[in-house]
């Protein structure tokens, strides 16, 4: 017996296998792979800082949420087809070397963003919305350390880039979900 998906190895003739078979071995090695992304996570502290190295910072609690932005805004900001976000409690960061320069967005929306980066470099490390007091959205490819992680969500996916894969398990929105209770970790 042969056997094709339309999955990830579409077009490959498996003699000897049968759909159900591929689909079980699919499902384990996706398990697989989560475990091992689980089992990588770091707990905090989290260490990190510009590319010049002007600002380090410390993140002391464990991310609300990590997600990918592909608005046209953060294409903008980082130079690639979406940005990242890892949104944190504001307590939890604390400079530890170096004065963040600031300026102020006002979106579509009328939210407000207080974007935080290095006055030396440019290197953008967070920012926060006026909607959510108390919380900072980091840009986690600041961190030392940035192989654990991994976005749950990607929203502003109407202005995505046509060749940007997104992961089968992540949580899809083509603009910002009306209910935010994701961005408190709810």
Same mark, same amino acid.
């Given at each position: ?34 475990? @091992?992304?689980?089992s990588k996570r770091l707990?905090? +502290? ?65 939210? @407000?963003?207080t974007n935080s980066f ?5 290197t953008r490390i967070h ?20 192989? !654990?992680?991994? +976005?749950?969500?990607? @929203? ?19 603009? @910002?979900?009306?209910?935010?209770? !994701?961005?408190?970790?709810?």
């Open positions: 017996m042969t056997a094709t998906t339309s999955g990830d190895i579409s077009g490959i003739t498996l003699p000897g296998i049968g759909v159900a078979d591929i689909a079980a071995v699919d499902c384990l090695c996706e398990h697989a792979l989560n475990k @091992v992304s689980r707990n905090p +502290p989290y260490h990190g800082g510009c590319e010049c190295g002007a600002i380090r910072y410390t993140v002391s609690a464990a991310p609300i949420v990590v997600y990918a932005c592909h608005c046209t805004i953060c294409q903008t900001q980082s130079g690639s087809a979406f940005g990242m976000a890892m949104r944190i409690p504001a307590e939890s960061f604390s400079l530890t070397k170096g004065t963040l320069k600031t300026f102020r967005r006002v979106a579509d929306s009328g939210q @407000v963003f290095c006055p030396d470099c440019g920012h926060q919305a006026d909607r959510s007091p108390g919380q900072i959205s980091l840009k986690p490819g600041t961190l030392d350390n940035s192989s !654990w992680l991994r +976005p749950s969500h990607h @929203v502003f996916l109407r202005s995505a880039q046509t060749w940007v894969v997104i992961p089968d398990d992540a949580l899809r929105f083509e603009t @910002v979900p009306e209910n935010r209770a !994701w961005l408190r970790g709810e």
